[in-house]
């Protein structure tokens, strides 16, 4: 909580030195800390709320009091610092962290590269406005309100001398969060059934702390964000929810055409404005500050200029950044209202205040409901608005408009009697409203329907199979096709060997697995040769869906596509000369990095996943872990960004009750010296789940509780 409070207030240096001066610079220039303040002063409207936030920091702040520097945990030895008092500022600094972690930075910067690189008929045809393979939560509805008449530019804005990023970043991918819910219809035991695995960059100590919650008021359980006083994924006795992260922008970047070096006045709508400077003070460890001015616009904050470095590469220069995360919101309200809703329609109303970042949640009752409902404040945008960097002078660029609550996509009590979310884009062609945004590949999705759909009834167990699954349907779907275009005769001995691997592949990502490895090589040289230096290689790495999708698209196209020979390096080559040279190249490359084909060449050996603690001390880390999955398959792990299902949660209706079973990559405390600092993680690789003991009162007794613990209040 200290730690990543420091973070989004730009403290880190002060705690561990000039290198993480940068880091507090972005920090700042984002206005981390202006949109903390702003959303705190949201919450000091809202009294009861309020006084929430104040009682959990007296919590807190008695549990910091009650203990000696010896007892603080054992990085606060090691990093050589004590922790701070806790303040509902940290709170909502904390908030905002997640909200950005869940928003970001976008890839507006690639493509306008790929904009001023092809033009943009091409860019249209490279980044399409919708999904090539759409498979939405919310269709076949009929909607009662037409699409926006909004004005917009006669053509996209090109910035001028526009860099080209040519390296790949070190950033993390898309969250890859999976939900899905089935009907009593459905279900083992005719009462609804949901499950949620929110996928994020794993960290030590473990990013969720599990716990009931229990007052006179309400009786939830699930995970929370260590600093945030509400369940964020859960159930209580009526209803169960999950989330995910849905992709959807609401951060634009707006180029600043400023009037001379002095950046005192801007150009807007043909007029010079005056733009604001801020002085922001970063204490160093070792006893010296370093000023760092940030300037602001209409817009937001100018957060990189001309030339200086960013901690994210992804980030524009010259660019204001308008992030919804800098608007007052109160979701603090939202999953106070969320922790004690009893029905669809107290679960309607919580969303209510959900504003920044957008989520999608999936939602069960003992009523016997199912829903889905894409939340946030979203704003009404023409087609490709906020895809590019936009032009700062003109107004056509602004937000003109804003989506009404009721119009978000949502759905209830489908004829499927299932619903899934995983990050995709939402709805079908019938909805009326554009949206933006960065989708991942279809193939997760997918699977999560295709298996919904086998069967006839499920219980919690099939359930937690589901989560494991490691089944590539990409692979499934591409690899006969490459493997037919391969002139097998050409290739050497060693060759065919690997393909001899491919070709009896299952398609499961296994651990012990050789064909995902040399699979995953074989298709990331075809993304490149395809993309070409038209696309950013840092893009074409982290292959966002629609990017990922169009690619396969191409791949399983009987003829060669005009788009595929504009865009190949060597402009004469085709797909088959193409899936040819990769396919031997990649089998020269993997020998040389992993030696003969052999078990050197398992996925799990290439990939191991390695658990990071969260001030980089790399002994407090755990792994690497050997593990299967990918960014595709429904247990979507990367190991290369530390990044996977950070909780696992089943939840059941019963009529007795209800029952959850529940997983952590890591442990329950964030103390290294603790027995429960990662004794949960080896049965989370194996994804194995235990039963959650969830009370009916703080009086029940059990036979699992090991520990009571009975905390008086302090006074106010």
Known sequence: MDFQSRAAEGRLAEILGPDLIDFDRFQRSIGMPMAARTFLDEIERDSEIYDLVKAYSRGVNAYIESLQPKDYPTEFELIGYQPELWTPLKTACLFKHAAWANTGVGYALQVSQILSSVGESLMRSIIPEKPVFPEPTVKSISWPFPPFKLKKPERLFIPPNLRYLASEPGAAPLGGSNSWVVSGEKSFNGHALLACDPHTELQLPSIWYELQLVSQTVNAYGASLPGIPNIIVGFNKQIAWGITATGVDVSDWYHITFKDKSKDEYLYDGQWEKSRKAVETIAVKGDFVVKHEVIYTRHGPVVREDGTP?????????????????????????????????????????????????????????????????????????????????????????????????????????????????????????????????????????????????????????????????????????????????????????????????????????????????????????????????????????????????????????????????????????????????????????????????????????????????????????????????????????????FGPSWRLIVSFTDQGVKAWTSLPGGQSGDPRSEHYIDQLQKWAQAEMSESLYLDSPDAEDDRIVLKLDLEPAPP
């Open 310 to 642: 960013a901690p994210d590469p992804f980030v524009p220069e010259q660019a204001a950044l308008r992030w919804l995360g800098h608007d007052a919101s109160n979701e603090i309200r939202g999953f106070y209202a969320l922790n004690r809703a009893r029905n669809h329609d107290e679960f309607v109303s919580s969303l209510t205040y959900f504003a920044c970042p957008p989520l999608g949640f999936i939602f069960a009752s003992r009523d016997g409901d199912i829903a889905f409902r894409q939340q946030g404040k979203f704003p009404a945008r023409w087609p490709y608005q906020g895809r590019v960097i936009a032009d700062g002078s003109d107004p056509l660029y602004l937000w003109q408009d804003w989506i009404p609550f009721e119009q978000n996509p949502h759905i209830r009590n489908p004829a499927d009697n299932y619903l899934s979310s995983a990050n995709q884009y939402p709805v079908d062609e019938s909805y009326p409203h554009y949206i933006a945004g960065t989708f991942p590949s279809h193939f997760r999705i997918k699977r999560i329907n295709q298996l919904l759909e086998q069967k006839d009834r499920f219980s919690p167990a099939d359930f937690l199979q589901m989560q494991a699954d490691v089944f590539d349907l990409r692979a499934a779907t591409l690899l006969p096709r490459l493997i037919e275009l391969l002139n097998q005769e050409a290739l050497s001995q060693e060759e065919r060997e690997v393909l001899s691997f491919l070709s009896e592949w299952d398609y499961k990502v296994d651990k012990a697995a050789i064909a995902p490895t040399a699979f995953a090589a074989w298709l990331n040289s075809i993304n490149f040769s395809i993309w070409g230096d038209k696309v950013p290689l840092c893009f074409q790495a982290e292959r966002p869906g629609l990017i990922d999708d169009l690619a396969a698209h191409f791949i399983l196209q009987a003829s060669e596509p005009s788009l595929i020979e504009n865009m190949l390096i060597h402009r004469k080559q085709t797909l088959i000369e193409v899936n040819q040279r990769s396919f031997q190249e990649i089998c020269n490359s993997l020998k040389e990095k992993l030696g003969p084909l052999g078990e050197e060449w398992e996925w799990g050996r290439v990939w191991g996943l390695r658990i990071p603690h969260l001030s980089g001390i790399e002994e407090l880390g755990a792994g690497p872990l050997k593990i299967g999955g990918n960014g595709v398959t429904i247990n979507d792990v990367s190991a290369k960004h530390s």
